[in-house]
């Protein structure tokens, strides 16, 4: 059974930082993706982030490049998301999810794996 857990959210003040963790078990494909996700009430999941575990290459959605960075501890299958200069849109509920195959993107359809959340928000 694949289980994905993040970890690591919190309440921060614009400009903070945070680093969010998902530990990822129970599978053991050659090539996958795992994507970070974030969701505010009444709006439409978006992807943040992703890795590939064959070569760690990385994608970002525009809003955070510069701000995040996602890094892998395959031994440990672990992803990290370390986020600087929080911002209030940043506020979500942030999701982990993991897909099948090495092709880097970030489409929330495509991932088939989803953990269960972990709040940001960030606030004054």
């Known amino acids: 059974e694949v289980q994905l857990q993040a970890s690591g959210g919190g309440l921060v003040q614009p400009g903070g930082s945070l680093r969010l963790s998902c530990a990822a078990s129970g599978f053991s494909f050659d090539d996958y993706v795992i994507g970070w996700f974030r969701q505010a009430p009444g709006k439409e999941c978006e992807g943040v982030s992703c890795i590939s575990n064959r070569d760690s290459s990385t994608y970002y959605t525009d809003s955070v490049k510069g701000r995040f960075t996602i890094s892998s501890d395959n031994a440990k299958n672990t992803v990290y998301l370390q986020m600087i200069v929080l911002k209030p849109e940043d506020t979500a509920v942030y999701y982990c999810?993991?897909?099948?195959?090495?092709?880097?993107?970030?489409?929330?359809?495509?991932?088939?794996?989803w953990g269960q959340g972990t709040q940001v928000t960030v606030s004054s």
């Open positions: 999810a993991l897909k099948h195959g090495g092709y880097l993107y970030t489409d929330s359809r495509g991932y088939g794996y």
